[in-house]
């Protein structure tokens, strides 16, 4: 958010307060959390509101790297953490946690390009492609401001971001907009560069408001920003609070101009305050003056310098109990190897509400992967209970409860999530998270195997390449989970992402090493002809071309599918803590990289198209059989998959039927009627266009 309405001031103004920039053979710093709101912000045609086209998502984020690479910029990528020092923001934070969340309940066509519902994975897939790139990626403790103004300060680097905080810190910050900064050829420099607006605090503060350098931080406190709002505590006068924004600038110059120093103006304001709130401002003031002091001393940044160069072992990361957590994982979770959330979990207690694109009437999908979610917290957990369990047991010692954050409804509702210790009859003991690097791998993989309940199954999970086996893992534990909740998933829809993850292997060769078993999935795909994958990829595309005559049904009496969309998120929370505890026992298995081929809209069109098919057609092949079976040798693969769902325990529907939701109304899909063109349109799964124009 930033400080009110002090970016748009300036944008509106830009041509006082902004340079002209070409920026070419440098370095610059990157706010990492801001540029990448924006930069998804501006992807069309993700879908968000259909579970979100990865591939397209992953191929914008690398454009923007390949033009930083393409101008010689080289960024230092640098991610908020999931602290937050003294709960200073906690406030701030709710709030859009809970428009967030309003956010992805209210997503539908209509609204996806302006609803800001980051997908999942979003973050995986950006840090993935600067990566890609070998730009340097840093994901702080904290909040990463105060560390990245720092280390801008102390390098002489401008700050990439859209973030007015940093426009009272002194330094030079390059106003990051999407339709303003533009990639583009010099023919001057004779090199590629990048156009884009410089602010210069000095020149704002000084030569248009008379400020001076010393108290460029009242300037935030005053106007407010996401730690302190003082127009809320009466310190403004009714007469400066009604004027618009430049006239509040005008009067709170003149009324730092009227001041003796610093220390007298925070006196000033906190003889204001009421006395219950005092102490809180007083912090924050005093925080706020104690960043300036050391951005004006040239203080190198405390974390993010030796992160840098390697050097952070002496800064470790400390846990609720007051215990430092392994060098290990802070080392990794510092590379951008975890999301930043996992570290409330060991250092607060706490795990926060992800907002996702949900059917209102519906449980919180991450209840569809609590098993595994309590197996990552308890590994983390670990650090202060050694002998934590992970399951949930009534009959054992509690050990420490978690305060998690969950949608129920419309509204955020904390639940208590208690862990206890484990008891000596116990099968198995939590992976201490100080001595996994220590473990052997068969140990990890069976601790996995066990979360995911998939040992008997263990073969099956063989047959398909290493980068998958996840995935396959993911879809295992979704047709097994015992959550009353949580809605079975049907096993046309397991086969809808079995092909999906197929579709990107077969036209790749699978190594050797991976396809020795008989019959496995790897060998297949070796198989697999170009000729065939040609026409198998026609046909598929096919099944997701719909007839005027059924999209005139689909629109008039079903509408927009929110159901349809929740069930495969249930799924894709599955995915990402499977992924994420993959990662937290450093890889039993490979990892697997969803932008190559996870894509929520295919799999919305496939479960539409089966539900139609099914009312036409009677038995006989699977609809995935059908559209490929001139494709002799991409056959073979499909019928394997089939024989898979339909002889092993994975694909046992269940024997009860659930009964038709009633939040999808006739009334809701009349509201929703023109859904269907839109995502046709922005689609490339529901695309008519030719084969070779991919």
Known sequence: MGIRGLLTFVEDNQDKFLVDCDLRSSTIIVDANNVLNKLYDTC????????CDYEKVYSHFENFCSSLDSCKVKPIMVFDGGL?????????????????????ISCNPFCQERNNVLPLFVKHIFTAACKEYKFQVVQCDYEADEEIALLSCNLKYPVLSGDSDFMIYGIQLILYDPPRVRFSWCNKLESNVISCKMFDTDRFFQKFYLVERKYYPFVGIILGNDYIRLESLEFMSTKTRNKDINGRLEDISKWLKSQKDPTSASEKILSTVPQDKKEKVKKIIDYSLGIDLRIQNGEAPTLV?????????????????????????????RNCHFPSWILRIVCENKSGHVALVEEESRPYSLFSAMDIFR????VLLSVDYPEISWKESSDNTKAVGIELEVRVGRNLKQQRVLFYN????????VPQLRDIPLLSPRVRLDFFKDVLKIDELSDIVDLFPNNLKIFICSVIFWLKTKENQVSKPRKHQLQSLVIMSLMDKIPCKVPESESSSNGSICQLCNKVCTKDCLVAKRKLRELFQVTQ????????DEGYDKDTVHTFVEFEVIFLCATILNQLLQYPYPESNIMTFYNGPFLYWSDKVYKNLKKTQKGGKSIWMEKVEKASSFHSLVKVVDTIIEHSEIGKSNSKKKSKKKGNSKKQGASNSGASNRFAASNRFASLLPLDSD
Not at 84 to 104: F, I, Q
Not at 375 to 378: D, N, W
Request: aromatic residues 8%; positive net charge.
């Open 549 to 556: 005559e059924f999209k005139d049904k689909y629109t008039k």
């Open 84 to 104: 937050s020092v003294d709960n200073r923001k906690e406030m701030t934070r709710k709030t859009r946690t809970s428009d967030r969340m309003t956010a992805g």
């Open 422 to 429: 484990r008891q000596p009859t116990d099968s198995q003991q």
């Open 305 to 333: 310098t030796k992160i840098l160069k390697k050097e952070e072992q002496d800064t470790p990361i400390i846990s609720k109990n007051g215990k430092a957590l392994p060098q290990w994982f802070s080392t990794a979770y």
């Open 375 to 378: 197996a990552i917290s308890a």
């Open 44 to 51: 069309t045609g993700s879908n968000a509101a259909f579970g």
